[in-house]
Structure formats: structure tokens, C-alpha cells
């Protein structure tokens, strides 16, 4: 399905679901590489940016919130980027095809500021990497709470709960890890330079615009990095807090399988069908448990005293 917006000399086709009569489209009338196209029909794309005489080809990785399971998944954003054109294709973010309905809309109305945003393509670009910018930072707020949830509710007894929280937003980091670090290549030959784009430097410079999207980029990414340090000290703090808890558990269990036990032995040998010395006797009954009282007592102090020393 083809979707347009024209302003002026301005062309901006999202296209979702291409089919191959939309893809010969594009190589019959803007004659992009077939590389690129076919680059369009899989998934799972590195991180990039094609240079060629008329136009570019970018492929993007943005996050976003899984809310059935509350995990990240990413969404690569394909464009092709030329003097009169921006064309986002595939099963983009929905942050583009949000921005695009807004876009659409607004034109209709009559807006000014949707005319400045469609001056140029290289302006249009930036404000859709500008918005998927926004989105992912307020998506890396959201993990950041995560973690200062872990480390506000970490000394409760939830241990369940707070082990998946943990295992979640873990797994969380490191894919906005390993999302970010290759991507802050491609964003570095934009603000380096590298990537010249179509608006006469004597007119706009864009240099200061595509520093800005970096800036963002790389701040969030010094915050992904942090976050990553803190779960793993968070989580090697609830081992430890865990392992301190069994060993509690297991010192009481000690203590009392310890005092049983010399009960265990005098009872048992009582317990023996054979004749002992005063067994006829009534008061041997109560000599024998205040004999298991007394034993049970100094174990008592015993081990009190060892675990306050």
C-alpha cells in the first residue's frame, strides 16, 4: 500500500506491505540499486547507509515496547532519501507512520509549520529521525524507572517478582546495547560530514541539525551503558542478599537439627527393648526429661552466644 504526501516539489511515499508490482515501481521510476530493493524484502539488516550520485538508502534500528510482555523489540526504519523525495517502505516503526498521519493531516488543515517541516527532504528526514529520537528516549526513561524500581524494592521478600524485573529489564539493556553501538557509526557520518545531503549549505546548514540528532543518540547511549552497570550490580547485590537469606535459613535449620539430635540418641536408647536400671522406677521418666531439658538448654545458650560473639 502506497501513501503520499506532496508539498510543492516535495514527495513522501510511506509504503507498508510492499508488494512486487510497488517494488518494480521503485526501480522503474527512481531506478534505485536492486541491491536496496532487495535489501527491502528481508529483515534483520545491519545498520547503514548507501551512498549513490542521486540519492541514499538508510536502514535504521529503533526500540520499541512489546506491551503484551513488557520486553523491547526492534524495528528497522528503511528510507530512501533523494533531492525531492522521502520514501519510508516495510513494516516500519509505528512512530513513522504516526509522524506521516500527523503530517497528513495538518497539510490539510492549512499548517505552517508542516510547510517548514516539507521544505526540503533533508528537513523531513530530520524530523523523522527527531521523533523516533523522542519516542526512544522517553522508552529509555521508562528503563531507567525499571531499574530504580529494582533498586528501591531489591531488600524486599519478593523474590520471585523481583528476580523476573531483574531478568527482563536486563535482557531490555542489552538489546538497546547491542542496537545502539553500531548504529552510532552511521549517525557519526552525518554529523561528520560525510554525508553531504541535498540543501545548499549557503541556505540551511544541516550540520548543527544532524549534530543534534548524534547528541541525542549518544546521550542515550551513555544512559543505556549506565543502566547496564547498575542492573549488574543490582543483580549481584540480590545474589547476594539471596544467598545470605539460605544461609540464615540454613544455620536455623543446623541449630535445631543440632539440638534434636542428642534427644534423638537419648530417646532412642530408652526407646530399646531391653531392661535398664530403674526402669520400674516412675521417677526415671522425669530424671530422663530433665536430663533432655538441661541438654537442650545449654544447647540453646550455646548457640546464642556464638551467634552474638
Not at 529521525?129 to 531499574?147: A, H, N, Q
Not at 549506565?226 to 543446623?254: C, H, P, W
Amino acid at each position: 500500500m502506497v501513501e503520499t504526501i506532496e508539498y510543492q516539489k516535495l514527495k513522501w511515499l510511506h509504503i507498508t506491505n510492499p508488494s512486487e508490482e510497488e517494488y518494480r515501481m521503485l526501480l522503474d521510476e527512481y531506478h534505485f540499486h536492486p541491491l536496496d530493493i532487495e535489501d527491502c524484502r528481508g529483515s534483520n539488516q545491519r545498520p547503514k547507509i548507501d551512498e549513490y550520485d542521486d540519492y541514499y538508502f538508510l536502514i535504521l534500528h529503533f526500540p520499541y515496547f512489546d506491551k503484551g510482555n513488557k520486553i523491547i523489540r526492534i524495528r528497522e526504519v528503511k528510507i530512501f532519501w533523494g533531492r525531492d523525495y522521502i520514501i519510508t517502505i516495510g513494516k516500519s516503526h509505528w512512530v513513522v507512520k504516526k509522524l506521516f498521519e500527523e503530517m497528513q493531516e495538518d497539510l490539510r488543515d492549512d499548517d505552517d509549520d508542516v510547510k517548514e517541516q516539507l521544505s526540503s527532504s533533508d528537513i523531513l528526514l530530520y524530523h523523522i529521525l527527531d521523533r523516533l529520537m523522542l519516542e526512544t528516549y522517553t522508552l529509555i526513561m521508562r528503563v531507567g524507572s525499571e531499574v530504580d524500581l529494582i533498586n528501591y524494592d531489591i531488600f524486599n521478600r519478593k523474590a520471585r517478582s523481583i528476580i523476573e524485573l531483574i531478568s527482563i529489564t536486563r535482557r531490555n539493556i542489552i538489546l538497546l546495547n547491542t542496537t545502539f553501538k553500531p548504529q552510532l557509526r552511521v549517525l557519526h557520518m552525518f554529523e561528520g560530514g560525510a554525508i553531504k545531503g541535498f540543501v545548499d549549505p549557503e541556505v540551511l546548514d544541516m550540520e548543527d541539525y544532524w549534530g543534534n540528532i548524534l547528541d541525542q543518540y549518544q546521550k542515550m547511549f551513555d544512559s543505556i551503558e549506565d543502566y547496564g552497570e547498575l542492573i549488574e550490580g543490582l543483580s549481584k547485590t540480590f545474589d547476594s542478599l539471596q544467598a545470605n537469606r539460605t544461609n540464615e535459613i540454613m544455620k536455623v535449620l543446623t541449630y535445631f537439627s543440632t539440638t534434636m539430635m542428642p534427644l534423638t540418641v537419648v530417646t532412642g536408647l530408652f526407646g530399646m527393648n531391653v531392661d535398664f536400671p530403674f526402669v520400674t522406677n516412675v521417677t526415671a521418666f522425669w530424671c530422663i526429661m530433665g536430663v533432655m531439658a538441661v541438654i537442650t538448654t545449654l544447647l540453646i545458650i550455646y548457640f546464642y552466644r556464638r551467634t552474638n560473639v
